[in-house]
């Protein structure tokens, strides 16, 4: 019998308000059980879900794990202004002029994560 990835788990100070804004990215929603203040939050989503735990220290050097986006139904670049708008920074942009690249991203908790192009604009290459 093999493993499956049931949560990919997250370190912030404010689990809610991190757990909604990834919530909004992945257009996901979070757990009915979770509310503002409590320890850990749930954002329920296909494959593994994402459960954000409150620590008492602040991030302090770069992911050695994050996670790897990629729209749906949206280009790349639609989805980075998308996800500016919704509070994420950009960190890197490794976009090409000839459309191949990611752009990395951090949340509002400076968790950085990338912005792959869609399935779309990979079939156009």
Same mark, same amino acid.
């Given at each position: 019998?093999? !493993?499956?990835?049931?949560?990919?788990? %997250?370190?912030?100070?404010? #689990?809610?308000?991190?757990? *909604?804004?990834?919530?909004?990215?992945? /257009? !996901?929603?979070?757990?009915?059980? /979770?509310?503002? +203040?409590? #320890?850990?939050?749930?954002?329920?989503? #296909? +494959?593994?879900?994402?459960?954000? %735990?409150?620590?008492?220290?602040?991030? !302090?050097?770069? $992911?050695?794990?994050?996670?790897?986006?990629?729209?749906? /139904?949206?280009?790349?670049?639609?989805?980075?202004?998308?996800?500016?708008?919704? +509070?994420?920074?950009?960190?890197?942009?490794?976009? $090409?002029?000839? +459309? *191949?690249?990611?752009? *990395?991203?951090?949340?509002?908790?400076?968790?950085?994560?990338?912005?792959?192009? !869609?399935?779309?604009?990979?079939?156009?290459?």
């Amino acid at each position: 019998m093999t !493993s499956l990835v049931r949560h990919v788990t %997250i370190d912030c100070s404010d #689990p809610y308000a991190l757990a *909604t804004f990834w919530s909004q990215v992945l /257009d !996901s929603k979070v757990s009915d059980e /979770d509310q503002p +203040g409590d #320890p850990e939050v749930l954002v329920e989503s #296909p +494959g593994a879900g994402l459960l954000f %735990i409150q620590v008492p220290e602040k991030k !302090s050097v770069k $992911n050695r794990v994050h996670l790897d986006v990629q729209p749906q /139904d949206r280009t790349r670049d639609e989805e980075v202004e998308r996800l500016l708008a919704l +509070g994420a920074t950009l960190v890197g942009d490794h976009r $090409n002029p000839d +459309g *191949t690249g990611w752009a *990395t991203l951090a949340d509002p908790e400076g968790n950085e994560f990338c912005v792959e192009r !869609s399935t779309a604009e990979r079939a156009q290459a």
